[in-house]
Nanobody, 124 residues
């Protein structure tokens, strides 16, 4: 069983920054690719960013390129999403996601495991 726990969401003004964290626990957590997705009210859940278990593969949604940075700290079994220059349209519940393979993220699709989500609200 794999468990994901997010933290770091909150309320921030436009132009501000937040860093989300996701701790993965369970079976061989260091061998998982990890991604972030978000869901705004009334909209479908969408891909934000993903990082391979070896950290050699990183991809971003066009809407966050140049503003968000995904990273991992394998010794802590933790992935991060550094979000800078936040905009009101970034307001959403952000979900951490993990999968044993990279392939699903290369298609901007979610993997097998989800966290509970953390709210990010950007005021104008």
């Amino acid at each position: 069983q794999v468990q994901l726990v997010e933290s770091g969401g909150g309320l921030v003004q436009a132009g501000g920054s937040l860093r989300l964290s996701c701790v993965i626990s369970g079976r061989t957590p260091s061998n998982y690719a990890m991604g972030w997705f978000r869901q705004a009210p009334g909209k479908e859940r969408e891909f934000v960013a993903a990082i391979g278990w070896g950290e050699s593969s990183i991809i971003y949604a066009d809407s966050v390129k140049g503003r968000f940075t995904i990273s991992k700290e394998p010794r802590k079994n933790t992935a991060y999403l550094q979000m800078n220059s936040l905009k009101p349209e970034d307001t959403a519940v952000y979900y951490c996601n993990a999968d044993p393979t990279w392939g699903t993220y290369s298609r901007n699709r979610p993997g097998a495991y989800w966290g509970q989500g953390t709210q990010v609200t950007v005021s104008s």
